[in-house]
């Protein structure tokens, strides 16, 4: 069977979210992918790009973040989607997020850490490393329906 | 209607109607007018009506969880109502089903105030 795929790069910029939620809503549709596979893949991804806006380029100036990019790849083969971001921030690795706390979250000592523990909830694998000075997050969702 | 509608109900009570995507994009805002609200007009029990919220990343959550604390603080309430089963079935995900009270209707998490 032929694997499916797309890619596509978005600015490094929190305002890119929502673009690449309807870049990826648009084929994952066309590919057959509905409902709760669908919500799931769409928001591990969400989350995935923001960790990198929020945590990856948190240090980096304008000029940085202005010349960089994300890139994302989504790969379809029978009933696994695979999801691949790069981005050449500061790495980050989502195993290194501590699960969220409600108490401390509540206190307003942490903000968060729903993201990461949202995008490990949600896809069946999360890997990430880092190679050649790019952060390489790769999500692994298999499909129910 | 945009992302956010207020209605102030008097006696510190309001209705806050959401609407649309709450991601990283449009949350710090949605938190930002809100928390401007609840102060400007001494609201301490807040309804959040999310009938028409389609989908909720985790930045949607953080703000529900300053809305709540903020209330607190006020020795007030923050209740959660018409939720679609998408944007509930992360809720559970995340368990913050057991943080908030959620309601079916407007009306009932109104009338919850007492």
Request: aromatic share 6%; glycine share 6%; net charge neutral.
């Amino acid at each position: 069977m032929a694997i499916q795929m797309i890619r596509e790069t978005f600015g490094v910029d929190i305002q890119e979210i929502p673009r690449i939620k309807v870049f990826l809503e648009k084929n994952l549709v066309q590919w057959g992918v509905r409902e709760n596979d669908l919500y799931d893949i769409l928001l591990a991804c969400d989350e995935a790009a923001t960790n990198i806006v929020m945590h990856a380029y948190r240090h980096a100036d304008e000029a940085k973040k202005n010349s960089d990019s994300i890139m994302l790849t989504v790969k379809k083969k029978r009933n696994v989607v695979e999801v691949i971001l790069k981005d050449e921030g500061e790495s980050f690795d989502p195993d290194s997020t501590p699960a969220p706390d409600m108490k401390l979250n509540l206190a307003g000592l942490r903000k968060g850490g729903f993201g990461v523990y949202l995008m490990k909830s949600l896809m069946n694998r999360i890997r990430y490393r880092c190679q050649d000075g790019r952060n390489i997050t790769v999500m692994l969702k298999v499909l129910s329906s | 209607m945009q992302h956010l509608e207020v209605k102030n109900l008097g006696n510190g009570k309001a209705v806050a109607l959401l609407a649309g995507r709450l991601d990283v994009a449009i949350s710090g805002e949605i938190e930002e007018k809100l928390m401007e609200f609840i102060d400007k007009e001494d609201i301490h029990n807040l309804v959040l009506n999310m009938d028409q919220v389609e989908y909720m990343s985790s930045s949607g959550f953080r703000v529900a969880i300053a809305l709540l604390r903020r209330l607190k603080d006020k020795n007030g309430l923050l209740k959660i109502c018409n939720l679609r089963p998408a944007v509930r079935r992360i809720f559970d995900v995340i368990e913050l089903t057991t943080l908030f009270e959620i309601y079916d209707s407007e009306e009932e998490a109104i009338k919850s105030f007492g």
